[in-house]
């Protein structure tokens, strides 16, 4: 019985650890779970990131391909076909878009980034230069002696707990003329 409450216990330190929350020192029995905790508990071990590419500004005809780049950092298993510790993703159209899976065979901490690749398209004005860190940590289930997963996303640069990575490119306006201060014309 003590080995299996410590098992607990463990699991949900780590579940806690990765979404960057704290619990109490003691979880009585029947303690239950943030919702934020429940929720990035997978019953698989395998993850399949997604995340959204919004735009600001009018989206020119055809819309032009961003580049999203995940990096395993010290050797964290990647999806099929990754060059690599990358796997560049090359996204279309706006709204959802996912990396292909990414098995896990082992129990531990494994850690990646995920960024966009700048462009050099004219229509777009500014490329969003956010990196998220992603932290999954695998698990083994004592008594089931089965693997699962928990996960947290961070925005690196404001510390901010993320569900889901946005990335937001602003696209420039068309149809106006821009006049710098030195008196230089743009289209």
């Known amino acids: 019985m003590k080995r299996r409450m410590r098992s607990i216990l463990l699991t949900l330190l780590a579940a806690v650890m990765a979404l960057g929350t704290v619990l109490p020192a003691v979880c009585p029995a029947g303690t239950v779970l943030p919702a934020a905790v429940a929720a990035t508990v997978q019953q698989d071990t395998s993850l399949v990131l997604s995340f959204e590419v919004n735009a600001v500004g009018t989206v020119p005809s055809p819309m032009p391909a961003f580049t999203f780049r995940l990096t395993g950092l010290d050797g964290a298993p990647m999806p ?17 878009a996912s990396f292909p899976a990414i098995a896990f ?81 743009f289209d």
């Open 80 to 96: 099929e076909d990754a060059e690599g510790d990358t796997y560049d993703l090359k996204v279309e159209k706006l709204g959802t």
């Open 105 to 185: 065979t082992g129990m531990g901490l494994y850690e990646y980034t995920l960024a966009q690749v700048p462009g050099n398209s004219a229509d777009v004005e500014k490329y969003d230069d956010t990196v998220y860190r992603i932290k999954v940590y695998v698990l083994r289930d004592e008594e089931t002696n089965s693997l699962y997963l928990v996960y947290s996303i961070r925005n690196e640069t404001t510390g901010e707990k993320v569900d889901v990575p946005e990335f937001e490119n602003r696209f420039r306006a068309k149809g106006y003329t821009v006049i710098n201060q030195a008196g230089d014309t």
